[in-house]
């Protein structure tokens, strides 16, 4: 514009005057045209990072088939990275995973009106209280069957798996017992006592035999409240997490092959699956640190 001529004199107008007119300063207008005629391109300011966002996005991808598990997040992704030496930001991982499509399907969050179960469940060191409940699936010789399993509500650590055809009272006892034998180191009157069980009100748990077997290794019996499914979350979040990563993935021949494909995803969970509420350790690591908390103690 300050270029332009004007029509009756033919002359320039000048800088001075398009400045004067536009209420602007004429240092605004040369550092304007300073950068138009440089060269450098504006980069972001801050420190360099060590991967552009193509060579992260690749270094996303090899965590992502690294990985045992399916449908891991970006915050369990950016967890990894830290693990494999590479810091970044949380939000730049879910920017390029999100342009890169490998974010995993979510549901909207339901809208809550009101819920009468208030407070919290996860206690403050392990063996404080277990969740236990079942849940079903399907053999192609044994058609459909039962998977009972136990969790520590501090860790979230399973104690104990077990599958069947029958869903006894006697069968649901069986993570309960292999997780006394692991972490109280024997089966006997009050080995466990100061634990609590909670568990719902389905018919094994609250017949007298389960009943009888848990008071006889002094575990307390703490029941959900009814129609209130968050009183037993623990459990149930880790049925989603067998369900997605297991039961929905692989077809089992029979029961025999889904105990020991059972047996083998309790350990794998147990030392790599990364929480969020447990700084994105695995349940091994923060009982590990528990233990050793109270020894220091």
Same mark, same amino acid.
Not at 123 to 129: A, F, H, I, L, S
């Given at each position: ?33 300073? !950068? =138009? +005629?440089?060269?450098?391109? $504006? /980069?972001? *300011? ?8 193509? &060579?992260? @996005? ?39 995973? !999100? =342009? +890169?499509?490998?974010?995993? $399907? /979510?549901? *909207? ?8 179960? &208030?407070? @919290? ?41 077990? +599958? ?134």
């Amino acid at each position: 514009m300050s270029r332009t001529a004007s029509p009756s004199g033919n002359k320039p107008y000048g800088v001075a005057r398009v400045a004067q007119v536009w209420e602007v300063p004429r240092s605004s207008f040369y550092a304007a045209r300073l !950068r =138009a +005629a440089s060269a450098v391109v $504006p /980069a972001k *300011r801050g420190p360099k990072t060590a991967f552009t966002d193509p &060579e992260l @996005t690749e270094q996303i991808r090899h965590i992502i088939g690294q990985t045992p598990f399916f449908g891991e997040g970006h915050r369990k992704i950016w967890a990894r990275l830290r693990y494999a030496g590479i810091r970044t930001s949380r939000q730049r991982v879910l920017r390029l995973m !999100r =342009a +890169a499509g490998l974010l995993s $399907p /979510a549901r *909207r969050p339901s809208v809550v009106n009101g819920n009468p179960h &208030e407070g @919290t469940i996860i206690t403050d060191e392990p063996n404080q209280m277990w969740g236990t409940d079942a849940t079903a699936t399907f053999t192609l010789a044994d058609g459909h069957v039962t998977v009972f399993a136990a969790i520590d509500h501090c860790t979230a650590e399973c104690v104990g798996i077990h +599958a069947v055809k029958r869903a006894t009272r006697f069968e649901a006892l069986e993570p309960i017992r292999q997780g006394v034998r692991e972490h109280f180191g024997q089966f006997s009157r009050n080995a466990a006592t100061g634990l609590r069980l909670r568990h719902d009100h389905g018919s094994q748990y609250m017949s007298d035999d389960f009943q009888k077997e848990i008071r006889f290794l002094g575990i307390q019996s703490s029941p959900a409240f009814v129609r209130q499914p968050e009183g037993n979350g623990c459990i149930e979040r880790f049925f989603r997490s067998l369900k997605e990563q297991l039961l929905w993935v692989r077809h089992f021949d029979n029961v025999e092959q889904l105990r020991l494909a059972l047996s083998d995803f309790r350990d794998s969970y147990n030392r790599q699956w990364l929480i969020e509420r447990l700084q994105f350790r695995t349940p091994w690591q923060a009982r590990q640190e528990f233990l050793a908390q109270r020894a220091a103690a």
